[in-house]
């Protein structure tokens, strides 16, 4: 079935990595033959991300969580302390560390230590960069290489990346037959 939602992080990550070549084609694609500009081709890559996050639950999957080091700003890792009720400088010493190259914070370990089971523990706080996650909601285009390698651990950019290339009419060469090509788009 050509549009099943695929959940199975070890499928993903094996097809996403058997696939290089093909995303790195499709990237060319997007950026050189795909004839919508920025905002329409923006629009269909939301129109497609809500289509896939309806059967998809962050909170049976939290892998991001577990594979990305999250960045905080010093404003977020502050309002970070105040919920937790601990002060800049313990949350510092437990749970993060400097990023010199960014100015800013990362956690010192992965999984996220702010990760609980599958939950996250300051989700009302959390850092931006976790709320946008997995930022498919603007300038595709440009961002198309951190998609690319986003939608090796993440199920839902897995999955759009997959419907997207059949809308756009993206043929793929790849070996496993998954992406039979063109299909009229939605
Ligand atoms: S954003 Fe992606 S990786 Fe993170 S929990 Fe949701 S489906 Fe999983
Ligand atoms: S802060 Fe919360 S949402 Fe962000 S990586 Fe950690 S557990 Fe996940």
Redesign the pocket.
Known sequence: MPHEIITDLHHIQRTTVAHEADNLAFRTFVTLEVPLSDRPLNALVQETTAAVWQHIDCREC?N??RV???VFSRAEATR?AAYLGLTLEDIRTRYLQSDADMGKYI?RTL??????GA?????EV??A???Q?PHLHRNFRSRLPQVLDNAETCPIVYNVVERLKRTLGFVDSAPTGENPGVTPPA
């Open positions: 939290a991001c969580c990305r080091q999250p970070i956690t999984p996220c230590p702010f990760l609980d939950l996250c523990s300051i989700y959390r850092p960069v976790c709320a996650y």
